[in-house]
């Protein structure tokens, strides 16, 4: 410890003289009784809002990370059977499963726009464009959901439009 | 005897200091003259602290950077990659414009007139079109089972990447030809 290093007459004159070193000068402290967004430690005080401050981490969260994976990796693959099972079953079962198939493909579609957003124009580094972007993509899958939604209700759905145009 | 003024000294003072020396008065050396006149030319201009970040960025754009994907050779990894990212972009764009078209213009999209549409095009743009949208659709099917399988552990060296590549490939000519000609 530095402060058992020093005479003790020679701590008291240095206390005298300024507040910083009358405890030990290890600890970290506000460099001046003024200034207020500066840490003192050992070999100069740290000043937030500087290009030298570290990246930011998102708080670590099971639900945007293993869950998400997780859901993302098996939305994908159920999409395989499903797909399969839209076009060789019944016309009967038709409007149940292009409902599930489509609202599949778009959550699917979702969260690849998604990646791709967070790996170009991250918030972090874009924080005007990231953000506009993020919220116009969900802003568009609502749209998107209601569209479809509308798309199998009221007119023939996703499977029956593409066996016909594809035969036609 | 020259009189030299402390505190504020003007231009003129320091001129005198270097070229009006006259015997008999302290003679100041020539670098402290030269160094004493460059520092008066100069003139400063106060910035706050968080000018230095918008220095900084500007500087920043002024810096020339290397090449990366310009010199960067393709590799089957990278090429797959970026054209599975490509086509399912492709692919969801066309499912999001359709969609969002449908919503707001019901009477013009709908079902019947596509496919009226698609039954009065001539028969190699159908197959045009075709090939268009079943080649992506394929390739992006078969390079995401075998991201599954990676997501599993399987085939995670570089003999299986390759491997596993070029079978998508294959399988995407295979399929893409069955798809058109079903």
Same mark, same amino acid.
């Given at each position: 410890?530095?402060?058992?290093?020093?005479? $003790?007459?020679?701590?008291?004159?240095?206390?005298?003289?300024?507040?910083?070193?009358?405890?030990?000068?290890?600890?970290?402290?506000?460099?001046?009784?003024?200034?207020?967004?500066? =840490? /003192?430690?050992?070999?100069?005080?740290? /000043?937030?809002?500087?290009?030298?401050?570290?990246?930011?981490?998102?708080?670590?969260?099971?639900?945007?990370?293993?869950?998400?994976?997780?859901?993302?990796?098996? =939305?994908?693959?159920?999409?395989?059977?499903?797909?399969?099972?839209?076009?060789?079953?019944?016309? $009967?079962?038709?409007?149940?499963?292009?409902?599930? =198939?489509?609202?599949?493909?778009?959550?699917?579609?979702?969260?690849?726009?998604?990646?791709?957003?967070?790996?170009?124009?991250?918030?972090?580094?874009?924080?005007?464009?990231?953000?506009?972007?993020?919220?116009?993509?969900?802003?568009?899958?609502?749209?998107?959901?209601?569209?479809?939604?509308?798309?199998?209700?009221?007119?023939?759905?996703?499977?029956?439009?593409?066996?016909?145009?594809?035969?036609? | 005897?020259?009189?030299?003024?402390? %505190? #504020?000294?003007?231009?003129?003072?320091?001129?005198?200091?270097?070229?009006?020396?006259?015997?008999?008065?302290?003679?100041?050396?020539?670098?402290?003259?030269?160094?004493?006149?460059? #520092?008066?030319?100069?003139?400063?201009?106060?910035?706050?602290?968080?000018?230095? @970040?918008?220095?900084?960025?500007?500087?920043? *754009?002024?810096?020339?950077?290397? &090449?990366?994907?310009? +010199?960067?050779? &393709?590799?089957?990894?990278? @090429?797959?990659? +970026? %054209?599975?990212?490509?086509?399912?972009?492709?692919?969801?764009?066309?499912?999001?414009?359709?969609?969002?078209?449908?919503?707001?213009? &019901?009477?013009?999209?709908? !079902?019947?007139?596509?496919?009226?549409?698609?039954? !009065?095009? &001539?028969?190699?743009?159908?197959?045009?079109?075709? #090939?268009?949208?079943?080649?992506?659709?394929?390739?992006?099917? *078969?390079?995401?089972?075998?991201?599954?399988?990676?997501?599993? !552990?399987?085939?995670?060296?570089?003999?299986?990447?390759?491997?596993?590549?070029?079978?998508?490939?294959? !399988? #995407?000519? @295979?399929?893409? +030809?069955?798809?058109?000609?079903?």
């Amino acid at each position: 410890m530095a402060s058992s290093m020093l005479a $003790s007459s020679s701590r008291q004159a240095l206390a005298r003289r300024s507040p910083l070193f009358a405890k030990s000068p290890l600890v970290a402290r506000p460099a001046t009784t003024k200034s207020s967004d500066a =840490l /003192y430690v050992p070999g100069g005080p740290i /000043y937030k809002g500087t290009v030298n401050d570290p990246t930011t981490f998102p708080t670590p969260s099971r639900v945007h990370g293993s869950h998400h994976w997780s859901f993302e990796r098996l =939305l994908s693959a159920s999409l395989i059977p499903l797909t399969g099972a839209a076009f060789v079953t019944s016309p $009967s079962v038709h409007p149940v499963v292009d409902g599930i =198939l489509a609202v599949s493909l778009v959550v699917h579609s979702h969260i690849g726009f998604d990646s791709m957003l967070v790996d170009y124009v991250h918030p972090r580094k874009f924080p005007v464009i990231g953000r506009v972007a993020t919220w116009t993509l969900r802003a568009a899958t609502v749209g998107v959901l209601v569209g479809v939604y509308n798309f199998n209700t009221n007119d023939i759905g996703l499977t029956e439009l593409i066996s016909k145009v594809w035969h036609a | 005897m020259l009189k030299y003024t402390t %505190g #504020t000294t003007s231009r003129l003072m320091s001129h005198s200091k270097i070229y009006s020396l006259k015997g008999g008065s302290r003679s100041i050396s020539p670098l402290l003259q030269k160094r004493h006149a460059s #520092t008066k030319s100069i003139r400063t201009q106060s910035l706050p602290p968080s000018a230095s @970040v918008d220095i900084l960025n500007k500087q920043r *754009l002024l810096r020339p950077t290397s &090449p990366h994907l310009a +010199i960067y050779k &393709p590799q089957l990894t990278s @090429v797959l990659s +970026i %054209g599975n990212r490509g086509v399912g972009g492709a692919l969801s764009v066309l499912l999001y414009g359709s969609s969002i078209a449908y919503l707001f213009f &019901p009477g013009t999209f709908d !079902g019947d007139y596509l496919i009226e549409l698609a039954s !009065g095009l &001539p028969d190699y743009v159908k197959y045009t079109a075709k #090939t268009i949208l079943a080649a992506p659709l394929a390739f992006h099917a *078969l390079n995401g089972i075998r991201h599954l399988f990676w997501d599993v !552990g399987k085939f995670m060296t570089l003999r299986g990447v390759y491997q596993t590549g070029y079978a998508v490939l294959a !399988g #995407t000519a @295979v399929s893409t +030809i069955v798809l058109v000609l079903l």
